[in-house]
């Protein structure tokens, strides 16, 4: 019980953020419009204790979002991933629009997660599955793990 309250209370949380304020400027936009419907029902569903409910509902509000460029903060987390044909480096993630846009910036990528790597001594090995923590530049707002299916805005 405590642990389906404590995902619905992070995922309604997630909903109460400024993107979702900034985001009414742009009433006629269908999806901002279902996200604040759904933002609705999750509230009262949390409200009367149907926690379950309400973190479903605010994952569909979340995804509602994520169909609106540049709505949803930039990702302070990426999970290295298998890509078919290729393979997952520091230059190629700090070169992601919604990383840095640039394969330089890999070394602040590096700084950030060496206590995490299993390979720390060398920056050329990183694995699937690992979470790479992404430092905010420039004050841009991050918040949340990456997700391949969402739109971000691009930093360049």
Not at 95 to 116: C, E, H, Q, S
Request: proline residues 6%.
């Amino acid at each position: 019980m405590k642990t389906r309250m404590l995902i619905a209370v992070v995922a309604v949380l997630l909903l109460a953020s400024p993107a979702l304020a900034e985001g009414t400027a742009a009433q006629g936009d269908q999806h901002i419009a279902k996200a604040l419907e759904l933002r609705g029902l999750a509230l009262s569903a949390y409200s009367t204790g149907d926690y379950d409910s309400a973190a479903e509902l605010a994952r569909k509000a979340r995804a509602e979002l994520a169909l609106v460029e540049g709505i949803l903060p930039l990702p302070a987390t990426y999970t290295v991933r298998l890509l078919p044909g290729d393979r997952d480096c520091l230059t190629m993630i700090a070169a992601y629009p919604f990383v840095y846009g640039d394969w330089a910036k890999w070394t602040i990528l590096f700084r950030a997660n060496m206590d995490t790597l299993q390979h720390p001594e060398d920056a050329d090995i990183i694995l699937p599955g690992e979470v790479l923590v992404i430092p905010s530049l420039a004050g841009e707002r991050r918040s949340g793990a990456f997700d391949d299916k969402a739109k971000y805005p691009s930093v360049e």
